[in-house]
């Protein structure tokens, strides 16, 4: 069973950087695609960032050249790199499995930029 923790949020401006990291409890090294999700208040669960087990990445057109998401899977570790932040980028941010699987939810990181 794989147990996934978030780290690295935190409360900052408009304009700063903050990189999450995601640690995974047992090998990811299986996980065919792991990504980034996050959710505000009031609203959906939504992915921003997903990486493939080959290292090709994709973004949502809302973080395209302001995220980065990188992955290391002999650490079993995913990061995502979060720089220019918005505060519509203000939310819980979570990774998991792309497609999710349930099971793997962890509590998240709050991330808030104030303007």
């Known amino acids: 069973q794989v147990q996934l923790v978030e780290s690295g949020g935190g409360l900052v401006q408009s304009g700063d950087s903050l990189r999450l990291s995601c640690t995974a409890s047992?090998?990811?090294?299986?996980?065919?695609?792991m990504g980034w999700y996050r959710q505000a208040p009031g609203k959906q669960r939504d992915v921003v960032a997903i990486?493939?087990?080959?290292?090709?990445?994709n973004y949502v057109d809302s973080v395209k050249g302001r995220f980065a998401i990188s992955r290391d899977n002999a650490k079993n570790t995913v990061d995502l790199q979060m720089n220019s932040l918005k505060p519509e980028d203000t939310a819980v941010y979570y990774c998991n499995a792309v497609p999710v699987i349930p099971s793997y939810w962890g509590q998240g990181t709050q991330v808030t930029v104030s303007s």
């Open positions: 047992g090998s990811i090294f299986r996980l065919a695609a």
């Open positions: 990486i493939t087990a080959g290292g090709n990445t």
